[in-house]
């Protein structure tokens, strides 16, 4: 169960697209189409934004976009604001009936 | 509509024991699967433990397997984990999260309650 893998850290101007990368194999991230990905400000709870791969939930801004290639899964903030500024973390099922996480992202708005 | 709130939080010493409820509202509980999720004080989210609608099927993350025991009670809409032997890595923020009827993603959440191990 070795976590996902993204970038420590990302950063960009507001008005600017970003897209956080989250890698794992083929028994995860690869093999299924249940990716997703949460967002958590600090001393919050994570909040759904992104669900299997690329569907928004209700209430989601449509400035989050995601899509997979492969073994790898992305997020893409476009017209970056504010208060996208935050920690972003993948999840994907696995073929152990479990779930990973990636070690989460923090982004900056600089 | 839909809340899941957590409890039973607090210090324990290592080896020490410890049981966590949820408290869900706004939605048939019964209908659902339901999962624990914990965050170490400055670090990432690791998946701990997901329990079936019935409580049928179970699963853990092998951290904490043979220690935590995840359960529901549906006619109450409580989810349970107990947790055995805690030691000073399990110090972290539980949060309680529902799993969405397709199974794929954790849709609410709760705002967590902190485990703390230490002597």
């Known amino acids: 169960q070795s976590a996902l893998t993204q970038p420590a850290s990302v950063s960009g101007s507001p008005g600017q697209s970003i897209t956080i990368s989250c890698t794992g194999t083929?028994?995860?991230?690869?093999?299924?189409?249940?990716v997703s990905w949460y967002r958590q400000h600090p001393g919050k709870a994570p909040q759904l934004m992104i669900y299997?791969?690329?569907n928004r939930p209700s209430g989601v801004s449509n400035r989050f976009s995601g899509s997979k290639s492969g073994n790898t899964a992305s997020l893409t903030i476009s017209g970056l604001q504010a208060e996208d500024e935050a920690l972003y973390y993948c999840?994907?099922?696995?073929?152990?009936?479990?779930?990973?996480f990636g070690g989460g992202t923090k982004l900056t708005v600089l | 509509q839909v809340q899941v709130v957590e409890s039973g939080g607090g210090l324990v010493e290592p080896g020490g024991s410890l049981r966590l409820s949820c408290a869900a509202s706004g939605f048939l509980f019964s209908d659902y699967f339901m999962t624990w999720i914990r965050q170490a004080p400055g670090k990432g989210l690791e998946w701990v433990s997901y329990?079936?609608?019935?409580?049928?099927?179970?699963y853990y993350a092998d951290s904490v397997k043979g220690r935590f025991t995840i359960s529901r009670d549906n006619a109450q809409n409580s989810l349970y984990l107990q947790m055995h032997s805690l030691r000073a890595e399990d110090t972290a923020v539980y949060y309680c999260?529902?799993?969405?009827?397709?199974?794929?993603?954790?849709?609410?959440w709760g705002q967590g309650t902190l485990v703390t191990v230490s002597s």
């Open positions: 999260a529902r799993v969405d009827v397709m199974v794929s993603h954790f849709d609410y």
């Open positions: 299997d791969v690329s």
């Open positions: 083929s028994s995860d991230v690869g093999g299924y189409n249940f």
């Open positions: 329990i079936s609608s019935s409580g049928v099927s179970i």
């Open positions: 999840n994907s099922y696995t073929s152990s009936s479990t779930w990973v």
